[in-house]
């Protein structure tokens, strides 16, 4: 992961950076009222986000590794560590910690093994930010809610900031959630394309992630951040 001085406005949080020079014409328009525009720098409220660095344009690549382990218990152990791990490279770099947390089965043990107190001491909650992949459109008390179950199993067990939590509002319309989270992720952000530190799935024994499911519309989505998607076989959104 990049430094807070590598980040540009193309790519917030980028892992495999390969630079040219670049000129700086093209680096797009300067607010002469803001003083960090004139010097080509600009921050975004989680502190993660240059958008402007002159001379330079970088672009990254994802490497992608494969891990096996050998049950259940391991597998919780282990991503707890690799998320610990990737929290404290966030804050030392960039001074907070955004991650996604996914629904279903198979992250609560992880969650649980995070908010253990031989565990929960290991990350700066104060400094990190907690965002969902994807939320039943159900209220968050609802059995079927991710928030709800992300809460008990590890929210409400460590000492992260109410303020720091950010759901999706199930409660309401599906469109109106979406909406509403996706001005909230560029708001928080202040970037059309915003990035996290680190975001968990799961995959379905149908393929789906994060409620992409394959043949829906989301799947083919090339613009909204965020949409809401009724899905045939759940018989639900």
């Known amino acids: 992961a990049p430094s807070r001085d590598q980040c540009t ?27 960090a525009s004139r010097s080509g720098l600009q921050w975004d409220r989680l502190g993660g986000c240059v958008w402007r660095i002159p001379g330079y344009y970088k672009l990254h690549e994802h490497t992608a590794h494969s891990h096996v382990v050998e049950n259940a218990a391991d597998l919780a152990k282990k991503a707890a560590d690799f998320v610990v791990s990737r929290a404290r490279e966030a ?8 991650v996604a947390l996914a629904g279903g089965g198979t992250p609560k043990p992880v969650y649980e093994h995070l908010a253990m107190p031989e565990w929960a001491g290991c990350i700066e909650w104060e400094k990190t930010h907690v965002f969902f992949g994807d939320e039943r459109c159900v209220p968050p008390a609802d059995e079927q809610s991710n928030f709800r179950m992300a809460r008990e199993a590890l929210l409400e067990r460590v000492p992260l900031p109410e303020a720091n939590i950010h759901r999706m509002l199930g409660e309401i319309t599906p469109e109106s959630a979406a909406l509403a989270y996706e001005q909230e992720l560029k708001g928080l952000f202040r970037c059309e394309r915003p990035a996290l530190d680190l975001v968990l ?37």
């Not at 799935?201 to 394959?214: E, K, M, Q, R």
Request: aromatic share 8%.
């Open 201 to 237: 799935l799961g995959i379905g024994a149908d393929g789906h992630t994060a409620s992409l499911f394959p043949g829906t519309a989301a799947v083919r989505e090339r613009e909204r951040l965020v949409v809401g998607q009724y899905v045939d076989k759940l018989a639900a959104w």
């Open 9 to 35: 406005q193309f790519d917030v949080c980028p892992l495999v950076w390969e630079e040219r020079p670049m000129k700086h014409a093209d680096l797009g328009k300067e607010d002469d009222d803001d003083e």
């Open 91 to 98: 804050i030392d770099q960039r001074g907070r910690f955004a």
